[in-house]
Protein backbone atom coordinates (compact mmCIF):
# COMPACT_ATOMS: atom_id res chain seq x y z
CA UNK A 1 0.00 0.00 0.00
CA UNK A 2 2.99 2.35 0.43
CA UNK A 3 3.74 1.70 -2.86
CA UNK A 4 0.10 3.65 -4.23
CA UNK A 5 0.59 6.31 -1.09
CA UNK A 6 -2.38 5.07 1.02
CA UNK A 7 -1.86 6.29 4.53
CA UNK A 8 -3.65 3.46 5.66
CA UNK A 9 -0.35 1.47 4.98
CA UNK A 10 1.00 3.75 7.77
CA UNK A 11 -1.55 3.22 9.80
CA UNK A 12 -1.08 -0.71 9.95
CA UNK A 13 2.50 -0.08 9.93
CA UNK A 14 2.46 1.28 13.32
CA UNK A 15 0.12 -1.23 14.21
CA UNK A 16 2.29 -4.27 12.94
CA UNK A 17 5.33 -2.75 14.36
CA UNK A 18 5.37 0.02 16.68
CA UNK A 19 5.67 -1.77 19.70
CA UNK A 20 9.02 -2.90 18.18
CA UNK A 21 10.54 0.29 16.83
CA UNK A 22 9.68 1.54 19.80
CA UNK A 23 11.00 -0.66 22.25
CA UNK A 24 14.73 -0.41 19.61
CA UNK A 25 14.37 3.48 19.97
CA UNK A 26 13.88 3.60 23.76
CA UNK A 27 16.47 0.89 24.59
CA UNK A 28 19.04 3.47 23.02
CA UNK A 29 17.27 6.98 24.35
CA UNK A 30 16.28 5.37 27.62
CA UNK A 31 13.02 8.26 26.95
CA UNK A 32 9.72 7.36 25.42
CA UNK A 33 8.84 10.23 24.11
CA UNK A 34 12.03 10.29 22.27
CA UNK A 35 11.33 6.34 20.99
CA UNK A 36 8.07 7.81 20.12
CA UNK A 37 9.23 10.81 17.33
CA UNK A 38 12.08 8.39 16.07
CA UNK A 39 9.06 6.17 15.20
CA UNK A 40 7.53 9.13 13.68
CA UNK A 41 10.14 10.13 11.43
CA UNK A 42 11.02 6.28 10.35
CA UNK A 43 7.24 6.46 9.12
CA UNK A 44 8.32 10.12 7.22
CA UNK A 45 11.70 8.45 5.88
CA UNK A 46 9.51 5.21 4.54
CA UNK A 47 6.70 7.72 3.37
CA UNK A 48 9.27 9.00 1.51
CA UNK A 49 11.50 6.31 0.11
CA UNK A 50 8.75 3.80 -0.85
CA UNK A 51 8.36 3.75 -4.18
CA UNK A 52 11.69 3.49 -5.25
CA UNK A 53 12.49 1.27 -2.37
CA UNK A 54 11.59 -2.14 -2.82
CA UNK A 55 12.81 -3.74 0.22
CA UNK A 56 12.87 -7.69 0.82
CA UNK A 57 12.65 -7.23 4.74
CA UNK A 58 10.19 -4.26 5.83
CA UNK A 59 10.50 -4.63 9.19
CA UNK A 60 14.37 -4.84 9.13
CA UNK A 61 14.19 -2.15 7.03
CA UNK A 62 11.75 -0.21 9.08
CA UNK A 63 13.99 -1.30 12.15
CA UNK A 64 17.09 -0.01 10.62
CA UNK A 65 15.45 3.33 10.17
CA UNK A 66 14.24 3.79 13.64
CA UNK A 67 17.66 2.18 15.24
CA UNK A 68 19.66 4.90 12.85
CA UNK A 69 17.50 7.69 13.87
CA UNK A 70 17.79 6.80 17.55
CA UNK A 71 21.54 6.93 17.33
CA UNK A 72 21.62 10.04 15.50
CA UNK A 73 19.44 12.00 18.35
CA UNK A 74 21.39 9.47 20.91
CA UNK A 75 24.64 11.52 19.35
CA UNK A 76 23.07 15.06 19.65
CA UNK A 77 21.72 14.55 22.79
CA UNK A 78 25.34 13.37 24.16
CA UNK A 79 27.75 15.35 22.84
CA UNK A 80 29.25 16.29 25.87
CA UNK A 81 28.03 13.92 27.91
CA UNK A 82 30.56 11.17 26.99
CA UNK A 83 30.34 7.71 28.54
CA UNK A 84 26.76 8.17 30.60
CA UNK A 85 24.01 5.97 29.50
CA UNK A 86 24.10 2.00 28.71
CA UNK A 87 24.33 3.14 24.85
CA UNK A 88 28.25 3.91 24.68
CA UNK A 89 28.64 1.00 27.44
CA UNK A 90 27.70 -1.49 25.08
CA UNK A 91 29.49 0.04 22.25
CA UNK A 92 32.91 0.24 24.41
CA UNK A 93 32.46 -3.37 25.14
CA UNK A 94 33.06 -4.01 21.30
CA UNK A 95 35.45 -0.94 20.72
CA UNK A 96 38.37 -3.19 20.84
CA UNK A 97 36.99 -5.20 17.36
CA UNK A 98 35.81 -1.97 15.49
CA UNK A 99 37.75 1.16 14.00
CA UNK A 100 37.33 4.23 15.61
CA UNK A 101 35.02 6.66 14.29
CA UNK A 102 38.07 9.02 13.48
CA UNK A 103 39.54 5.99 11.53
CA UNK A 104 37.01 5.16 8.85
CA UNK A 105 37.20 2.44 6.80
CA UNK A 106 37.33 2.62 2.99
CA UNK A 107 34.09 0.94 2.08
CA UNK A 108 35.72 -2.48 0.74
CA UNK A 109 36.77 -3.25 4.16
CA UNK A 110 33.99 -1.76 5.92
CA UNK A 111 31.96 -4.83 3.49
CA UNK A 112 34.62 -7.50 4.15
CA UNK A 113 34.19 -6.81 8.48
CA UNK A 114 30.55 -7.41 7.64
CA UNK A 115 30.47 -10.21 5.74
CA UNK A 116 33.05 -11.52 8.38
CA UNK A 117 30.82 -10.52 11.47
CA UNK A 118 27.93 -11.86 9.48
CA UNK A 119 29.45 -15.58 9.31
CA UNK A 120 30.41 -15.32 12.44
CA UNK A 121 26.92 -14.89 13.64
CA UNK A 122 25.86 -17.46 11.60
CA UNK A 123 27.95 -20.06 13.72
CA UNK A 124 26.65 -19.38 17.10
CA UNK A 125 23.41 -21.19 18.41
CA UNK A 126 20.08 -19.27 18.06
CA UNK A 127 20.03 -18.03 21.65
CA UNK A 128 23.78 -16.39 21.51
CA UNK A 129 23.25 -14.77 18.64
CA UNK A 130 19.74 -13.43 19.75
CA UNK A 131 21.69 -12.18 22.79
CA UNK A 132 24.91 -10.81 21.28
CA UNK A 133 21.97 -8.70 18.54
CA UNK A 134 19.53 -7.63 21.32
CA UNK A 135 22.70 -6.20 23.45
CA UNK A 136 24.80 -4.77 20.37
CA UNK A 137 21.44 -4.04 17.74
CA UNK A 138 19.27 -2.91 20.19
CA UNK A 139 20.90 -1.77 22.98
CA UNK A 140 19.14 -3.60 25.41
CA UNK A 141 20.34 -3.86 28.88
CA UNK A 142 22.00 -6.64 31.13
CA UNK A 143 18.51 -6.37 33.32
CA UNK A 144 16.08 -7.06 30.25
CA UNK A 145 18.46 -9.72 28.72
CA UNK A 146 18.77 -11.46 31.72
CA UNK A 147 15.19 -11.48 31.43
CA UNK A 148 14.07 -12.20 28.53
CA UNK A 149 16.21 -14.85 28.46
CA UNK A 150 16.24 -16.59 31.95
CA UNK A 151 19.54 -16.12 32.47
CA UNK A 152 21.49 -14.26 35.32
CA UNK A 153 23.08 -10.79 34.63
CA UNK A 154 26.20 -12.38 35.59
CA UNK A 155 25.65 -14.85 33.05
CA UNK A 156 24.46 -12.75 30.25
CA UNK A 157 27.58 -10.48 30.95
CA UNK A 158 29.81 -13.92 30.90
CA UNK A 159 28.28 -15.43 27.59
CA UNK A 160 28.53 -11.87 25.71
CA UNK A 161 32.51 -11.60 26.90
CA UNK A 162 33.32 -15.29 25.80
CA UNK A 163 31.27 -14.15 22.42
CA UNK A 164 33.53 -10.82 22.01
CA UNK A 165 36.51 -13.02 22.40
CA UNK A 166 35.52 -15.47 19.84
CA UNK A 167 34.46 -12.88 17.65
CA UNK A 168 37.91 -11.37 18.48
CA UNK A 169 40.03 -14.34 17.66
CA UNK A 170 37.61 -14.86 14.13
CA UNK A 171 38.59 -11.85 12.70
CA UNK A 172 42.09 -11.92 13.13
CA UNK A 173 42.21 -14.99 11.84
CA UNK A 174 40.50 -13.59 8.76
CA UNK A 175 43.01 -10.82 8.89
CA UNK A 176 40.68 -8.27 9.95
CA UNK A 177 42.27 -7.16 13.01
Known amino acids: MLNNRDEQALIETTEKYGALCRS ?3 NILENEQDAEECLNDA ?3 IWNTI ?3 QPKNFCAYLLKIVRNNALDRCKAKNRNKRGKGQNPASLDEL ?3 LPASDNVLCELEQR ?3 SAITRFLQSLSNK ?3 LFIRRY ?3 SSFSDLATEFGMSENNVHATLSHIRKKLQTYLRKEGLL
Do not use: I
Open 112 to 114: ELL
Open 95 to 97: SEL
Open 24 to 26: VAR
Open 128 to 130: QRA
Open 51 to 53: PPA
Open 43 to 45: LLQ
Open 137 to 139: WGF
